[in-house]
């Protein structure tokens, strides 16, 4: 079964708008991690938040870790039509504890 | 710096045929993992390997795949008599030998027809 899960599934939004989107997961994590997918390319690493942090910036990102509820939020401020892509967040488990499980993921589409 | 190199981008294969699937990491990084993305799905892990060793094989399907991660030369995923519902697009990535971010190589599409 999948580790993590975002909501919602798909975000249509106009330029300028925020986005927001969640990830809910089940087993205790070592840290969660936020990767961005454009149509038919690879993952790009947005931004890892570590399991004793609660709030993480890079840039008009902002991503929110809350342990007790095994939850994150990604926020994208000022959205623009260039974020359109596919979110997923991921978590680290795994015998050897680095195996990414990956959400089936948020799809953004932003209108200019 | 180069990054996460694949090869070849996409592979078209018939019933039954093999499937080699090849993942050059980057500079500097001694980790490599394969997942699987399924249309419409998130990747699924595969498999982490380390240069010559096989660290975590838990996401590989029991019969057909391997993976290798020689000494010398790329990581290998490799499909033996491939059925149409490993059609997917399969990704590498690699990493330093710490637990954080992972770097992504373009991906492989494979079709089975």
């Known amino acids: 079964s999948q580790q993590g899960e975002e909501d919602p599934q798909a975000l249509s939004i106009q330029e300028g708008e925020n986005a927001t989107m969640n990830c809910s997961y089940k087993?205790?994590?070592?840290?969660l991690q936020w990767y961005r997918q454009n149509s038919g390319r690879g993952l790009v690493h947005l931004i890892l938040?570590?399991?004793?942090?609660r709030e993480k910036h890079s840039g008009r990102l902002r991503v929110t870790l809350d342990t007790s509820k095994k939850s994150s939020s990604l926020l994208i401020t000022a959205s623009r039509a260039a974020d359109t892509a596919s979110y997923f967040c991921?978590?680290?488990?795994?015998?050897?504890?680095?195996?990414?499980?990956f959400g089936k993921g948020t799809t953004l589409s932003v209108s200019s | 710096n180069a990054g996460v190199m694949q090869n070849p981008r996409h592979l078209v294969r018939r019933r039954g045929q093999e499937a080699r699937l090849r993942c050059s990491p980057m500079?500097?990084?001694?980790?490599v993992y394969w997942y699987r993305q399924l249309p419409e799905e998130g990747l699924k892990f595969m498999v982490y390997?380390?240069?010559?060793?096989?660290?975590?094989e838990s996401g590989m399907p029991k019969e057909r795949f391997s993976a290798e991660f020689p000494k010398e030369g790329p990581s290998i995923l490799r499909i033996q008599q491939v059925v149409r519902g490993d059609s997917a697009a399969y990704f590498c990535?690699?990493?330093?030998?710490?637990?954080?971010?992972?770097?992504f190589g373009p991906g492989t599409r494979l079709t089975v027809l």
């Open positions: 990535a690699s990493s330093p030998p710490a637990v954080g971010e992972q770097f």
């Open positions: 087993t205790s994590i070592n840290n």
């Open positions: 938040i570590r399991s004793n942090e």
């Open positions: 991921a978590t680290v488990v795994g015998q050897a504890g680095t195996a990414l499980i």
């Open positions: 500079k500097g990084h001694s980790h």
């Open positions: 390997l380390q240069k010559e060793n096989i660290i975590d």
